[in-house]
């Protein structure tokens, strides 16, 4: 058996339902729904890149694996489900982003630490592998693809490359002067604009062209783990030109209104953090992003051809899922982080192929740290225990990893005794620097509460009948009960973050 994890970054579940399903055609993630099973209540455990990716590669929480918000560098003395994939006789790739160390740390991380046997890596910032590229095979679009780069304030960018050149000031020359509208989409910004180069030369591109090839050039003899993961949606948006004219704008949905801004109870972070941008230009912004995901499935196209032509399909398993979502305006927010509205949390996740039931739908309640034992059940390995050899030995094995395989699921059988709640964290964002934004979450199948400390705000949403968490009822007295059972429900999910233990230097149990 193979396995093709197919990530993309930033996109909520919702952005592929309703409005905007009608606006944006999905035609091969509309083949892979109906070729497997779609979990649509599945949720990221801590919903920005850095958190997600950790829990993606290790099965392990936030707190288990330590990696609590962007900035942290994941510790590759850490099992990884690559690692283990690999030392099972798997040939193991990645391809895209991984974000196991941070942007500010440089461009060429060794990720082969990880797990990886090949590695074509290429970021949110644009700098390394892919950017040398396009100087060194496309030097004529060299100039645009440095415009796309918006982060030059990374360190590496100061002194890139062996030559140590400032990047950085090339960059913020070319961006001060770059034209970002066309004659088509004038209306194109820093933010969202249509991609200014062809798209065989497009990050997107890139990444599925050295994925395609690791898989057409596999030993057939051995298994292969083929992890795909894509720097879009998430923004700056850039689609090619002619994905922008798939889209429907007139479709698009509305943003749900900023309701908490009268709301007592309103999350103090939200004020600081709220209305961010033009909120007038909410279609312009959705229409890209969906642009961006329509690229994304055409790019799910070609892998799913590459799999079925080399008569892999039924030998492999494939995931889609991505790391958190995008409120795009929605509640007037955009991006992710502590505002856990269904935007931010929910994401996609389909898994189809070998043994996987065809065309089936899934309302269990699933999150990031499932994956993992799901990989290892379907590569027939066991999952990891933690060790006992103390003085007092258990007689019970202790698990390894927090989560469950989603695979009997996934072949139409139900899980006795399965969760009917998860849990949702977040810490500090990229601009925060106070724990008054630290949102706990439980979200069972039909309430969401949400708390933030040191007084800073509770939301309590019944999403069956307010599915767009307009209606904060946490300071309702009939709701009081309600509220203290989902408290009570969440302290328990605090505490249980740290079991298993968390496997950093750990030896034995009951050694002390």
């Known amino acids: 058996m193979n396995i093709v994890l197919f990530m993309v970054d930033q996109l909520s579940a919702k952005w592929l339902e ?42 392990l929480t936030s707190r288990g694996h330590g990696v609590l918000q962007n900035g942290y560098r994941l510790n590759p003395e850490l099992p990884t489900v690559m690692r283990t994939l690999q030392g099972a006789g798997w040939q193991t790739g990645a391809f895209g982003k991984l974000h196991f160390e941070p942007h500010y740390g440089g461009f060429y991380s060794d990720f082969h630490q990880y797990g990886f046997d090949v590695v074509h890596n290429t970021e949110d ?3 390394g592998e892919w950017l040398d590229w396009v100087e060194r095979e496309h030097p004529e679009h060299y100039e645009s693809a440095l415009a796309t780069v918006w982060p030059s304030s990374i360190p590496a960018f100061s002194a890139y490359g062996a030559q140590k050149t400032d990047l950085a000031k090339r960059i913020r020359e070319i961006r001060e002067t770059f034209v970002w509208g066309t004659a088509d989409y004038p209306n194109g910004t820093a933010q969202y604009y249509v991609l200014p180069f062809p798209e065989e030369l497009s990050q997107t591109a890139w990444i599925s062209g050295h994925a395609l090839r690791f898989i057409a050039g596999a030993d057939r003899n051995r298994s292969f783990y083929a992890h795909l993961s894509y720097v879009q949606p998430h923004g700056p948006s850039c689609p090619p030109a002619e994905y922008m004219e798939r889209i429907v704008p007139s479709l698009i949905p509305e943003p749900v209104a900023p309701e908490w801004t009268d709301d007592p109870l309103a999350p103090q972070c939200f004020l600081n953090d709220g209305f961010r941008g033009d909120i007038a230009a909410w279609r312009d912004r959705r229409h890209f992003y969906l642009a961006d995901v329509a690229h994304l499935d055409h790019q799910l196209g070609l892998v799913l051809d590459a799999l079925e032509e080399a008569g892999l399909w039924e030998e492999t398993v494939l995931f889609f899922l991505s790391d958190h979502g995008d409120l795009l305006y929605d509640h007037g927010f955009f991006g992710k982080a502590e505002r856990h509205y269904d935007a931010c949390v929910r994401i996609p996740l389909i898994v189809a192929g070998g043994g996987v039931r065809q065309g089936q739908t899934c309302d269990a309640l699933v999150q990031h740290e499932d994956i993992v034992p799901t990989v290892l059940e379907v590569a027939g390995l066991p999952h990891p225990q933690l060790p006992d050899q103390g003085p007092h030995k258990s007689k019970a094995a202790v698990p390894g990893l927090p989560g469950k395989s989603l695979l009997p699921w996934c072949r139409g059988v139900r899980v006795p005794n399965w969760r009917d709640a998860v849990y949702i964290e977040s810490y500090n964002n ?5 724990p008054l934004n630290w949102a706990r979450t439980i979200r069972t199948d039909d309430w969401r509460y949400t708390f933030y400390p040191g007084g800073a705000g509770e939301q309590l949403f019944y999403h069956a009948d307010d599915v767009d968490e307009t209606r904060n009822l946490a300071g309702e007295r009939g709701h009081a009960e309600t509220r203290r059972a989902l408290r009570d429900r969440l302290l328990e999910e605090v505490v249980l973050q740290d079991f298993p233990h968390p496997p950093r230097d750990f030896i034995a149990m009951g050694i002390h």
């Open 430 to 434: 990229t601009d925060s620097r106070t």
């Open 18 to 59: 309703g409005g905007s399903a009608m606006a944006c055609p999905t035609p091969n993630l509309d083949r892979l729904r109906r070729a497997g099973t779609t979990f649509i209540n599945a949720y990221a455990s801590n919903p920005v890149c850095c958190a997600a990716r950790a829990t993606l590669a290790t099965g």
């Open 125 to 127: 910032p644009r700098g």
